[in-house]
């Protein structure tokens, strides 16, 4: 069946699945939104909680909608039912939650950096750790808003101030020597894979050529 609306379209596989919550999780103790004459395609008790368990892993509404196979539209009509109250206090809850899973996944991005390939003239070097420096501000900015906020006592420490170029070179330092004691095994691995492309390719080749 075509649908009128083609972006109201929904399907279980194009979400990513949620990570689980445990059976007895507060978030999913709700009192679902009563269906008095449900139908093939209402959304039961089972699937408020799946929606509720995927937004809280993901902090998206539409694609936990996705998840569970419901459009968007349906969600928002079923929140705004006499009797889902509980059920809409679990959705604020579960985006509270999926928005701090978020949130803790950049802050690990902005300390721990990312790993990415130095390559020169065509030839991979091997790999450094690369920081994303804005990101790091924003967090500092607004988790220690005393120090690093328009008031704080480092909010002039900016791209270009003595302190921060000094403690950026100290860095920069580091990583490039951690980069180096990685070099040999980059390399080994960079060329072990090489060498299985050119035994697929060769071995390709043998079959046309048979």
């Not at 690990?108 to 990312?114: D, H, K, S």
């Not at 420490?157 to 070099?183: C, D, F, N, T």
């Not at 095994?185 to 697929?200: F, G, H, I, P, T």
Request: with cysteine; glycine share 6%; hydrophobic share 40%.
């Amino acid at each position: 069946m075509t649908r009128a609306t083609p972006s109201q379209a929904t399907s279980y596989v194009t979400a990513p699945a949620a990570e689980p919550l445990a059976e007895d999780d507060p978030l999913l103790g709700f009192t679902p939104a009563p269906h008095t004459h449900p139908r093939k395609n209402s959304i039961t008790a089972d699937r408020q909680r799946a929606f509720i368990a995927h937004l809280a892993a993901t902090g998206i509404v539409k694609q936990a909608a996705r998840h569970i196979g419901a459009s968007l539209e349906a969600l928002y009509k079923l929140r705004q039912r006499p009797g889902a109250e509980e059920f809409a206090a679990a959705w604020e809850a579960a985006v509270d939650r999926g928005v701090s899973r978020l949130e803790d996944c950049a802050l690990a991005r902005a300390i721990a950096g990312e790993e990415r390939m130095v390559v020169s003239s065509g030839k991979v070097l091997g790999t450094e750790v690369r920081h994303n420096e804005a990101l790091v501000m924003f967090f500092l900015k607004n988790r220690r808003a005393d120090r690093y906020g328009s008031n704080g006592a480092l909010a002039n420490v900016v791209p270009g101030h003595p302190l921060y170029e000094r403690i950026r070179e100290e860095v920069k330092a580091e990583l490039r020597a951690e980069a180096r004691a990685r070099r040999p095994q980059v390399l080994a691995s960079l060329n072990a894979k090489l060498d299985k492309m050119r035994e697929r390719r060769e071995a390709a080749e043998k079959l046309i050529s048979s």
